[in-house]
Nanobody, 127 residues
């Protein structure tokens, strides 16, 4: 059974950095998109970063472009989200998600595109 395990969240000062990790269990992604999402209470989850594992092609939302970097480590079946220059509005619960069928980046950040989700990891920005 495919499982995604998110980790790496915690408290971080505004302006600081954090790296989130997503371990993909029981599946070796290749021609798959893996994405990171952020959810805050009372709002829909927002897709913020995605990577196509086979090519390394990436996509970002405007809210994190230039500050966050998504990457993958294929031998370890890991996907990372490097968060730099973190701002108070980056607080939230972060989830990674894997699509088994999506091949292109068009309208990537739609929840229905993704079949497997991690349990989430909380990021709390303190100032």
């Amino acid at each position: 059974q495919v499982e995604l395990v998110d980790s790496g969240g915690g408290p971080v000062e505004a302006g600081g950095s954090l790296r989130l990790s997503c371990q993909i269990v029981s599946f070796i992604p290749s021609k798959n998109w893996v994405t990171w999402w952020r959810q805050v209470p009372g709002k829909e989850a927002e897709g913020i970063a995605g990577i196509y594992v086979a090519s390394g092609n990436t996509q970002y939302s405007d809210s994190v472009k230039g500050r966050f970097t998504i990457s993958r480590d294929e031998p370890r079946n890991m996907v990372y989200l490097q968060m730099d220059n973190i701002q108070p509005e980056d607080s939230g619960r972060y989830y990674c998600a894997l699509s088994m069928t999506r091949k292109n980046a068009f309208h990537l950040f739609i929840r229905a595109n993704f079949d497997h989700w991690g349990q989430g990891t909380q990021v709390i920005v303190v100032s």
